[in-house]
């Protein structure tokens, strides 16, 4: 298969860009591999080495003792994906809709608050990372590029995630923004109604007023790269900065700002009249609940991203691999369910439509990339998803991402 990969990262195209999404077989190819990461955990480790301690703890952690973190990642590895062997497809289909569009696989990029951190001009790499491979990109209200800079530069759609502020004027202008950028989706985020305490960032003195010590600065002498590109591009919330007032527009001061005014909890009122405000694809993330989604789906979104905020909201929160049958169950096939919080491959993906998601957001799968090659290390991760999710589809038998094989997945928490 795609040993021909057309990309600067593998010397050739990458199954489902610009391609029908079709992936031809692969019997007994060499792995072609990117000169960048042979897989995902050498982008993990080299984002670990370029970004500072609290930089990095701040993408990595979860909420106090990240019980419901680490159970994200364990309930997928106790599933299995079954196995078959004699029912090869020649062509496997990877390409799926889900939050109102065409995705080259059923895998999209999760907001990201704060990404300029991680990469200068993040939000703009990574959006022009997900236009090139064909699949979703949620820009958060927390961005670092503004929704306007996104536009101008991304090279494709892009969903706007907004986190509702207690003005109904700014979330307002927020969705004429987005309207005006042409965004297809406003993804509104109702999983925050207040911030999940997170342990790793207060023990690193990420605090107000931030808590500096002598090994921040030592640690940040170990990573000059980090230090001079950080330098160089500044970030702020730039989506926020507008209605911030005076000229200071730097991080601290317009966080300090919007921090009282996001409205946390999300009500029906707050739903419905989005759903008024909003003609195009609304899609609701961070609910974990049967009766919740119910909710969300009678008050007309198309579109629901079952999320435990990837384990950084409700401590004891159970994963998302585990409710979603249940949710299946409870709201039938035809709604749209997509899955995230803990996915960080191919397997898992194929896991995740295994148990009744129609697709995946990934977080800090593809955040890993963006910190250690910006645009190329996002595009070097989806090339490796994708490359996974092929190898996963090849060894189960299953010829499309929309017609999945019988109990394709079963393990101790499974329903198949
Ligand atoms: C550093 C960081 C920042 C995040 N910022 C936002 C955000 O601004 N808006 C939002 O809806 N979710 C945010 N999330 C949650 C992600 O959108 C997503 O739900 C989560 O990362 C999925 O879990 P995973 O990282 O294990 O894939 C953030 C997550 C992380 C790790």
Redesign the pocket.
């Known amino acids: 298969m795609n040993e021909q990969f057309d990309s600067p990262l593998f010397g050739s195209p990458v199954a489902g860009t610009e391609d029908s999404g079709e992936h031809a077989p692969r019997r007994g190819a060499m792995i072609r591999t990117s000169p960048l990461a042979n897989h995902a955990g050498d982008l993990k480790a080299l984002a670990r080495r370029r970004l500072p301690r609290i930089v990095y703890d ?2 990595e952690g979860g909420s106090h003792d990240e019980i419901s973190m680490r159970r ?1 990642r364990a309930d997928f590895d106790a599933l299995f994906l079954r196995q078959r062997v004699f029912d090869h497809f020649a062509a496997r289909k990877s390409q799926a809709n889900m939050l109102g569009q065409r995705a080259s696989m059923p895998v999209g990029l ?5 990404s300029g951190v991680f990469y200068p001009r993040a939000e703009i790499c990574v959006a022009r990372a997900a236009a090139a491979f064909g699949v979703p990109y949620c820009l ?3 961005a670092t590029c503004s929704i306007e800079e996104v536009s101008a530069a991304a090279g494709g759609p892009f969903l706007f ?1 907004l ?1 509702m502020m207690k003005d109904r004027a700014i979330n307002a202008s927020l969705l004429e923004r987005a309207a005006e950028a042409k965004c297809p989706g406003l993804v509104v ?1 109702v999983d925050t109604a207040v911030q999940g305490r997170r342990n790793r960032d207060l023990d690193n003195g990420v605090t107000i007023p931030l808590n500096l010590r002598l090994w921040h600065l030592f640690d940040l002498v170990r990573r000059p790269r980090w230090v001079a590109r950080y330098l160089g591009n500044k970030p702020t919330l730039a989506n926020l900065a507008p209605y911030a007032p005076g000229d200071s527009k730097d991080l601290a001061s317009v966080s300090d700002w919007a921090e009282p005014r996001f409205k946390g909890a999300v009500h029906t009122e707050d739903l419905e009249w989005l759903r008024q405000q909003w003609p195009g694809t609304l899609i609701v ?1 961070g609910v974990l609940d049967p009766e919740d989604v119910k909710i969300a789906l009678d008050l007309g979104a198309d579109s629901v991203v079952v ?1 435990n ?2 384990g ?1 909201q409700l401590e004891g929160a159970p994963s998302t691999i585990e409710m979603v049958p249940r949710i299946r169950d409870a709201v039938g096939d035809d709604a749209e369910l997509i899955l ?4 960080r491959s191919g397997f898992d993906v194929l896991k995740a439509l295994g148990r009744g998601a129609n697709g995946c ?5 593809y955040i890993y990339g963006l910190a250690a090659h910006g645009e190329q290390g996002v595009a070097a991760a989806l090339h490796l998803l994708a490359q996974e999710l092929d190898e996963a589809m090849t060894l189960t038998g299953t010829g499309n991402v929309n017609a999945l094989p019988e109990n394709l997945v079963f393990g101790p928490s499974s329903r198949g």
């Open positions: 701040f993408l994200n999760a907001p990201i608050g704060m958060s209200t927390l995630q986190f985020n993330k999320s905020h990837g950084r995230d919080s803990g996915v957001l990934v977080g800090r799968a």
